[in-house]
């Protein structure tokens, strides 16, 4: 049943007036009748009182009605007022996200007076308004939303105009101050609240929990080396100009990602004007078949089992057949190579050795304790899971040792090569600022031992003039690093193409000092580069080394790495004194 149905409706109340006023007029001529004229006033008295009571009273119960029941007063659209959200700032407090007064504006077609005019005002002051949804409002029939995320300076020019039947409501709107920088980190989120990518996404629970106690949430990057490593990324796409590249900056003793780019990249105050490629975090969310970068995991697995030394030689001097596969060397040595050397010449035969030598079991087993065979440990919603072979046999130790037939992401890498450089543990990575002092424990993967010589051969190959990743030297800093070059699956001929590849260097400074040291992993990647005006091909070496280098000579100072005299390890005494006199063979 109605309220105009009830027995306790407006009717009922009418009946009820009629029958006071009723009685009231023949009390009225009883009080006459009698003589007593003071009853007659007292009585008038009370029946003035009276209507105004019963007046007041169907009012108010028909304005209740009207809202309860009636559309007459509704939008036909409102935006729901988000959940508010603190702000996401920098470890060093600068922000990158914040909530911010907004407004949004609505038309009531019954109050306006000239419809022209208003038309003609509203498409002059706001040309976001599409004349479609202005047409909708002018003819709605009621009070409607038409646009929102008014600036209040906008807001304010409007609302000078003096229109009728428009009118403004408070909104909040998330604003990303510093827009393409650390886009995909810190990702972006929808008009009512919710985050969707990145660290909103990541840190939504915490973000909402922050804004009711009026704080902020601080993340792991460094503006001023995710600057620098925009920066330097962004002038070797310009030189190399690939479909897409990714750079990463970690503290490996804590897991903290202290800068990370993408390219292309986006801007998240306007994520829809974006295409889905540009809005990818590749860092996260793509995976590749890397190259040569998983040598590194192979040498280490070999050092630690044991079944090799720095010293350990094996035969390059022809290609080597292993399962179904023909292994040869990019840059053929012809030669028997120490351990060291197939580090340096990158030789895809030596390492093919090695991994037969550590047995598919063995290296299959040290892959998954580095973390490669699952997704990467990060907040990040959109970590992708890796592709591996489906079975660990001599077929996969001929591509997999040497990153082929493995495809994962580069945050992986990332994670993998930094528990090799903090002395053996694997440590999630994170988003978040973790406080001062913080000590991160994780399962071990390799011997510390270990660690400490293959930052020695990494340091090798970036120090020795024959190193692959001698264009990341930076002086005083003792830069240590692996390039990677791998050759891009085409399905199309059903076979790797010549023309299409990954090119990376995976980087560690400074690789002198015990373990507990201060160190850091910087990793960049290009997908598919193209050859520049020398018209070298573009490998790891060419494209990613020397823009890491570039980074790590940036970022340095921010970091508190001071040089320091350059080490220069396994190298025999003629190559220690061509690196002196700065010659190259």
Known sequence: MSLGQSSFGPSWLSRRVLGWVWRLEHAFERARASGRAEDDTRIRIFFVLGLFSAGFLTLAMGA?????????GRSDYAPAMGAARADLVDRNGEMLAADLLHYGLYIDPREIW??????????????????????????????????????????????DLGLPGVSFEPEQKRVYPLGYTAAHLVGFADTGGEGLAGAEAALNDDIRNAAAGQGSVPLSIDLRIQAALEDELYKAVGQFHPKGAVGVVVNVHTGEILGLANFPTFDPNQPGKASLDARQNKAANAIFEMGSTFKGFTVAAGLDTGVATPSSTFDATHPFQ??????????????????????????????????????????HSYFKAFGLTERPQVELVETARPLTPRVWDADAIASTSFGHGINVAPLAIARAYSGLMNGGELLPLTIRKLPPGTVVH??????????????????SNVSCPCGSGKSANVPGLNVGGKTGTG???????????????????????????????????????????????????????IVAAPAAGHIIERIAPFLGVQKRADTNPFAAP???AAADAGEEH
């Open 442 to 459: 994780g399962p071990r993967m390799i011997q510390e031992k270990t660690a400490l010589t293959l930052l020695q051969i990494m340091r």
């Open 487 to 541: 050759d891009k699956w085409d399905p199309a001929i059903k076979h790797y193409s010549k023309t299409r590849q990954v090119s990376s260097f995976a980087a560690v400074f400074p690789t002198d000092g015990p373990l507990s040291a201060p160190r850091y992993f910087v990793l960049v990647l290009m997908d598919e580069p193209q050859r520049d005006k020398t018209g070298l091909d573009p490998t790891g070496g």
């Open 322 to 363: 292993l399962g179904y596969r023909t292994i040869t060397d990019y840059h053929a040595t012809h030669a028997v190579l120490t351990l060291v050397e197939v580090f340096q010449h990158s030789s895809n035969i030596g390492t093919a050795r090695l991994g037969e030598e550590i047995g598919p079991e063995r290296l």
């Open 114 to 159: 000239d419809s022209n005019e208003t038309r003609r005002a509203l498409t002059a002051n706001l040309p976001e308004l599409t004349p479609d949804r202005l047409e909708r409002a002018l003819r709605a029939g009621k009070r409607t939303f038409v646009v929102g995320g008014l600036t209040p300076e906008v807001r304010a020019k409007v609302h």
């Open 64 to 72: 209740t009605h009207a809202a309860l029941f009636s559309d007459a």
């Open 574 to 576: 003629a190559e220690v």
